[in-house]
């Protein structure tokens, strides 16, 4: 019978560490975080973290500040980030500062904004490795520089051979 009642207590308790409110989770400008933070929610950042900040929806607000990597589904900066920043939906408003690559499906600038980085799309990272790693063109391209007459150019041997 006790066992019962504490096997019904571990399942509610399990429960409840799921996210089952909307209410964001607020990092006030007074706090510094060393370390990294995971959050299935929404986090409004106004203090500093230093470290890796995974979560599912970010805002830095104009105090926030991250140094290591985000990786979230969308971010919206007003304050700063110094390292990678990965995210699906990526606004970087006028008064933001990112000092590191940007990963986006979609991305919004506003006019003021600073950045210092790379601006990727996520998919065609996939793309441009893709290409890079295909071998077989060298050999073709090698083949024909190295035909016939080596002090013409390849488009002087075209035209020489049209006349």
């Known amino acids: 019978m006790f066992g019962k009642k504490k096997s019904t207590v571990s399942s509610s308790a399990n429960s409840q560490l799921k996210r089952t409110s909307h209410t964001p989770s607020i990092i006030s400008e007074d706090v510094r975080l060393t370390g990294s933070l995971v959050s299935q929610g929404e986090v409004q950042l106004d203090g500093r973290i230093d470290g890796d900040v995974r979560v599912n929806h970010l805002v830095i607000g104009n105090t926030g500040c991250v140094e290591g990597s985000v990786v979230a589904e969308s971010v919206i900066v007003k304050g700063k980030i110094i ?81």
């Open 83 to 163: 390292g990678s920043l990965n995210a699906s939906k990526v606004v970087i408003e006028r008064s933001a500062q990112v000092h590191g690559d940007v990963y986006q499906d979609t991305l919004s600038i506003d006019a003021g904004a600073i950045i210092e980085g790379n601006l990727k799309q996520r998919h065609e990272a996939e793309t441009v490795e893709l290409i890079t790693n295909n071998k077989e063109s060298k050999p073709e391209l090698t083949s024909a520089l190295s035909e016939g007459d080596n002090d013409l150019s390849f488009f002087n041997k075209q035209a020489a051979e049209k006349e």
